[in-house]
Nanobody
Framework: VQLQASGGGLVQPGGSLRLSCASS????????MGWYRQAPGKQRDLVATITSGDNTNYADSVKGRFTISRDNAKNTVYLQMNSLKPEDTAVYYC???????????????WGQGTLVTVSS
């Protein structure tokens, strides 16, 4: 199983970006999916998660600005980021809890990270 994140880049404060993370490989089912971020010199923090039933959870710092969604047909999770601030600058990582076969327990997989830089 592999997760491929994309969509990062340089954006001005107040701008928007949309991150994508596609899962591929041997996938029987995907439970929760999420986005985390790690700023330089800081720990990796939760940004948003979404369950298989589309229940979402957000960090307080991004509520009202970021939206997480998923396309189950494409095994992909998205993060729409609006009203970006310099403090949103970080490497963004996606993860997914995936069951590769019907009889194996689900495991958590991580994408490689995509850099988001918010600067004028």
């Amino acid at each position: 199983v592999q997760l491929q994140a994309s969509g990062g880049g340089l954006v001005q404060p107040g701008g928007s970006l949309r991150l994508s993370c596609a899962s591929s490989g041997s996938i029987f089912s995907i439970n929760a999916m999420g986005w985390y971020r790690q700023a330089p010199g800081k720990q990796r923090d939760l940004v948003a998660t979404i369950t298989s039933g589309d229940n979402t959870n957000y960090a307080d710092s991004v509520k009202g600005r970021f939206t997480i969604s998923r396309d189950n047909a494409k095994n992909t999770v998205y993060l729409q980021m609006n009203s970006l601030k310099p403090e949103d600058t970080a490497v963004y990582y996606c993860n997914a809890v995936i069951r590769s076969t019907g009889w194996r327990p689900p495991l958590t997989y991580w994408g490689q990270g995509t850099l988001v830089t918010v600067s004028s």
